[in-house]
């Protein structure tokens, strides 16, 4: 089935700097890629996706790379503000399965 | 709209105790399914629901657990017996409509289970 890594597990950024989460996977069919933002005491929620026919996608100061080549995918948070902390997911959908499979989480933590 | 519905909240019960959590997803999504997130496992998928019918229950740990959808508007996901290894936090999440499934899921808030 699907497997997908996701790098660091914790990450602590100062206000103003950017964050980046990396998620590598491993079947070649995956071809849907969204990133969820899960805040304490809630459930996750989509923050921006990318499709397999495209490389970048930004909204505002967040964006998402994939490489298919390579098989990784990154989450980039630029101008980083304290309400960014939270715990991200990279996910990963293959093929016509409707299910998402879930990476292991990132902690940000943004200091002030 | 309301968003996916979970209850209860919170549930803290005995081991070999029966547990019954429920689920209402937003109007019209097609697709249902319940995850279960721990700090040692992450999200894992239990169970997925396409129009009420299972599709893949891979996921589902033992015959202990086993989840229904009777229809559209309602699913619940039962432990019986629960044991202290079921601790978690259950989340439902729905997501597609008949004419435009973009893939996103729309979580719950969670049931967050204790079994002692």
């Known amino acids: 089935g699907e497997n997908v890594e996701q790098h660091p597990s914790t990450l602590s950024v100062q206000e103003g700097d950017s964050a980046v989460i990396k998620c590598t996977y491993s079947?070649?069919?995956?071809?849907?890629f969204p990133w969820y933002k899960q805040e304490l005491g809630k459930g996750p929620q989509l923050i921006i996706d990318?499709?397999?026919?495209?490389g970048e996608k930004k909204d505002q100061r967040i964006a998402v790379t994939l490489n298919k080549t390579a098989k990784h995918f990154s989450l980039h948070i630029t101008e980083t503000q304290p309400e960014d902390s939270a715990v991200y997911f990279c996910?990963?959908?293959?093929?016509?399965?409707?299910?998402?499979?879930f990476g292991t989480g990132t902690r940000l933590q943004v200091t002030l | 709209d309301a968003g996916v519905i979970q209850s209860p909240r919170h549930e803290v019960t005995e081991m070999g105790q029966e547990v019954t959590l429920r689920c209402k997803p937003i109007?019209?999504?097609?697709?249902l399914f319940w995850y279960r997130q721990t700090m040692m496992r992450g999200l894992e998928l239990l169970i997925y629901?396409?129009?009420?019918?299972?599709?893949?229950d891979s996921g589902m740990p033992e015959d202990r657990f086993s989840a229904k959808m009777p229809n559209a508007s309602f699913s619940t996901l039962k432990i019986q017996p629960s044991e202290p290894r079921d601790s978690a936090v259950y989340f439902c999440?729905?997501?597609?409509?008949?004419?435009?499934?973009?893939?996103?899921?729309?979580f719950g808030e969670g049931s967050r289970l204790t079994v002692l």
């Open positions: 996910a990963l959908h293959t093929g016509t399965a409707s299910k998402l499979t």
């Open positions: 999440a729905s997501s597609g409509t008949a004419k435009s499934n973009t893939g996103e899921l729309f």
């Open positions: 079947d070649s069919a995956s071809n849907y």
């Open positions: 629901f396409n129009n009420n019918v299972p599709i893949d």
């Open positions: 990318i499709r397999s026919n495209v």
């Open positions: 109007s019209g999504h097609d697709y």
